[in-house]
């Protein structure tokens, strides 16, 4: 009987025939001995060591694969062994994160609302990128100095250094999951918008611990759809909130995977499934003056 064997494709090139054909018998025995005999910590390393190779576009693991006499599929068992992500995407080396796809979505689909005097949190890549000729004016706040990009030093949830009525746009991306008083922030962000002023905000709904941020400052929170919209509700008017979710299944376990979008077909990152809130993004509009 051939149960077990993994039908692992490698791609050809006339030069390297003979390398392909050892490569493929010893990825073979390899990765069918380590996962038959369940041996945690090496299974682990070949899965991690598999999905690597096909990144890099070496092997296409996941195709005719069969099952074991244990019943359980080779390519669901490969992610049930692991113990760490193939990669943290901390840098964007390797390709866009899968949360930043769906960010530059959302941004690119309001980016009229960009423009004037414009305040983006840790650097104002966005503002410039989004907002281009329509923004007059670009702050940048951070919460320490040693950031040379910053222009406003300040805690969103306890300032009153920055006035009120400044801002004709905010973009907030992925930043109030580091902050303790969620509430007293969006306040805050709510007093120094100008009367018809924007808040363009991203939060994490699925997604693993920023150790960076952790040990610097605290990484407090997830939110859901729900959870938005009441915390932004309790200080914008109702009307003025549009409250959105991104991801799927798919898309949430190749995320804490570490894999880059680019690694997905773009019908998978695009698909909603409103019990895999990977990412939620909020626009919330300030009334203008009466």
């Known amino acids: 009987m051939k149960t077990g064997h993994l039908k692992l494709k490698v791609h050809a090139r006339p030069f390297c025939k003979v390398m392909r054909n050892l490569t493929k018998r010893a990825l073979k025995g390899y990765f069918w001995h380590v996962i038959h005999n369940r041996k945690e910590e090496q299974s682990e390393k070949a899965t991690t060591w598999l999905l690597r190779l096909k990144h890099k576009g070496l092997i296409k693991p996941f195709q005719n694969l069969k099952r074991f006499d244990h019943d359980i599929p080779i390519d669901r068992h490969f992610v049930l062994r692991l113990f760490r992500p193939v990669r943290r995407m901390a840098r964007f080396n390797e390709g866009l994160p899968i949360d930043r796809y769906y960010i530059d979505g959302f941004l690119l689909s309001h980016r009229q609302d960009i423009g004037g005097h414009v305040l983006e949190i840790g650097d104002d890549t966005y503002a410039r990128r989004f907002g281009g000729e329509r923004v007059d004016k670009c702050d940048v706040l951070h919460v320490t100095d040693g950031n040379p990009q910053a222009t406003i030093i300040a805690d969103l949830s306890c300032t009153n250094d920055i006035p009120s009525d400044t801002f004709d746009c905010i973009i907030l991306t992925q930043t109030l999951q580091y902050i303790y008083d969620v509430q007293a922030a969006i306040h805050t962000l709510h007093r120094i918008l100008k009367p018809g002023g924007v ?92």
Not at 225 to 237: D, G, I, Y
Not at 271 to 283: A, E, H, M, N
């Open 199 to 290: 808040l363009l905000a991203s939060l994490p709904g699925i997604a693993h611990i920023s150790r960076y941020d952790m040990d610097h400052w605290g990484e407090y929170w997830r939110f859901t759809t729900m959870s938005a919209r009441r915390l932004f509700e309790s200080v914008f008017p109702s009307d003025t909130v549009e409250v959105h979710q991104y991801g799927n299944m798919l898309t949430a376990i190749a995320f804490l995977l570490g894999l880059a979008s680019e690694e997905l077909r773009e019908n998978e990152l695009n698909y909603c499934s409103p019990d895999f809130q990977l990412l939620l993004t909020v626009r919330a509009a300030k009334p203008r003056a009466q």
